[in-house]
């Protein structure tokens, strides 16, 4: 059985910065690259970045590069995403995601406000 459980989300003020996590379980890790989106209220979910199997591979939405990284332990079976100088636009629920699957995590809460 898939699991993915993100967690680090919380309340930081603009230009601050998270790590999110996202640990995983139930399918060979190293086998997938994985992506995280994030959902505004009011807004469809968007995709924020991607990364390889390897890791190897990143990408970025124009909104977040330059800004956000995406790195990946296969030894720990995780997906993170470092966060910083963030801004209120940033404010939403991020997912991670299993590349190629229907397999998301439950979400964890970023709030970015003074």
């Known amino acids: 059985q898939v699991q993915l459980v993100e967690s680090g989300g919380g309340l930081v003020q603009p230009g601050g910065s998270l790590r999110l996590s996202c640990a995983t379980s139930?399918?060979?890790?190293?086998?997938?690259?994985m992506n995280w989106y994030r959902q505004a209220p009011g807004k469809q979910r968007e995709w924020v970045a991607g990364i390889s199997r390897s890791g190897g591979s990143t990408s970025y939405a124009d909104s977040v590069k330059g800004r956000f990284t995406v790195a990946r332990n296969n030894t720990k079976n995780t997906v993170y995403l470092q966060m910083n100088s963030l801004k209120p636009e940033d404010t939403a629920v991020y997912y991670c995601?299993?590349?190629?699957?229907?397999?998301w995590g439950q979400g964890t809460q970023v709030t970015v406000s003074s």
């Open positions: 995601h299993v590349d190629t699957t229907s397999h």
């Open positions: 139930g399918f060979t890790f190293s086998d997938k690259g």
